[in-house]
């Protein structure tokens, strides 16, 4: 699986968008792109994934560029309750489905 | 999401007793995991299950083993257990579709179980 690359910490404003960017400059074509996230103590929860084509649901939208080597994570209005660790992972498809968490970004939300 | 336990949520015990941790599921997800998450590593694969007494290694499997006799338990064993493996234990647990290009299962995981080896 590709390796990703995330800043270690960022801070956004509650009520304001935070983008939180990943490269994966050796991603494959059969890669695809997953966020997951991690709020202090718990385990991970899912957010979005995708392959070429920008996605969204109700949690966060996700950004791929063209050439798929870095994408960014948005949550449209940060709250508190998104303080969390943030894991940008890429994944082959098929096999055993297992996940390369990498030490991923620190979101501090911020009043 | 998937319903997983994890039991002990947090045990402290001494260096070279056995110990076994267990993860239980309710939505009949063939796949299975087990993860230790240190600081500055993130999570790391320990073992992972693809059915019933089916299992393979991940990437720090040394040490551990594991078990899968029934689809909704996964039993991550500590033979003799070290300081080096006091850690948070997390199970994962996946309901595979076809593998191929369509193939994009998601992972839920469990509460997690704090390891404490004196």
């Known amino acids: 699986d590709a390796k990703t690359t995330q800043p270690p910490s960022m801070d956004c404003a509650e009520g304001r968008a935070a983008n939180l960017p990943c490269n994966h400059s050796t991603i494959s074509g059969n890669e695809y792109v997953y966020w997951y996230r991690q709020i202090h103590s718990q385990g991970p929860q899912y957010i979005i994934h995708g392959l070429k084509n920008n996605e969204t649901n109700e949690m966060a939208s996700l950004i791929i560029t063209e050439d798929r080597k870095s994408s960014t994570l948005i949550l449209p209005h940060a709250t508190l309750r998104d303080t969390a660790v943030y894991y940008c992972i890429v994944r082959a498809t098929g096999g055993g489905n297992k996940l390369t968490f990498g030490t991923g970004t620190q979101l501090k939300v911020e009043l | 999401d998937a319903g997983i336990t994890q039991s002990p949520r947090h045990k402290v015990t001494e260096t070279g007793t056995p110990v076994t941790l267990r993860c239980h599921q309710t939505?009949?997800?063939?796949?299975m995991y087990w993860y230790r998450q240190d600081p500055g590593h993130g999570l790391r694969l320990i073992h992972y299950s693809y059915g019933v007494k089916d299992t393979d290694k991940g990437e720090v499997s040394d040490g551990y083993s594991v078990s899968r006799s029934k689809t909704e338990d996964f039993l991550l064993t500590l033979e003799s257990a070290t300081s080096s493996q006091t850690s948070v234990y997390f199970c994962?647990?996946?309901?595979?579709?076809?593998?191929?290009?369509?193939?994009?299962?998601?992972?839920?995981f469990g509460p997690g179980t704090r390891l404490t080896v004196l």
């Open positions: 994962a647990t996946s309901r595979l579709g076809l593998a191929g290009a369509s193939s994009t299962d998601t992972q839920y």
């Open positions: 939505e009949n997800h063939r796949y």
